[in-house]
């Protein structure tokens, strides 16, 4: 089982760039599905967009999709998310998590690794 670490977080201005980064441990890095989740102050977990083994691609379309980027280097074990055009609803603790499939999932449940989460604080 691989444990998950991010990194990248930290305060921006509203149309600025962050990139978060997420590296893993464990030998069987590539076998996993990365996924990328958020949690604003006082709301719900919401997902933010997926990698599968093979490299498809999901996003949360009505939010980040044609401004974050998730990508993924298996050599590095580690994935990433590049955050442009940040605005205020971007706050949050955004975490990594890992599934043993095959297929970018959206589902919350669906994840059996998670990482301790990195803030983002989007300022006006």
């Known amino acids: 089982q691989v444990q998950l670490v991010e990194s990248g977080g930290g305060l921006v201005q509203a149309g600025g760039s962050l990139r978060l980064s997420c590296a893993a441990s464990g030998r069987t890095f590539s076998n996993y599905v990365l996924g990328w989740f958020r949690q604003a102050p006082r709301k719900g977990r919401e997902f933010v967009a997926a990698v599968s083994t093979g490299g498809s691609i999901l996003y949360n379309g009505d939010s980040v999709k044609g401004r974050f980027t998730i990508s993924r280097d298996n050599a590095k074990s580690t994935v990433f998310l590049q955050m442009n055009s940040l605005n205020l609803e971007d706050t949050g603790v955004y975490y990594c998590?890992?599934?043993?499939?095959?297929?970018?999932?959206?589902?919350?449940?669906?994840?059996?690794?998670w990482g301790q989460g990195t803030q983002v604080t989007v300022s006006s």
């Open positions: 998590a890992a599934d043993l499939g095959g297929r970018a999932s959206s589902r919350e449940a669906d994840y059996d690794v």
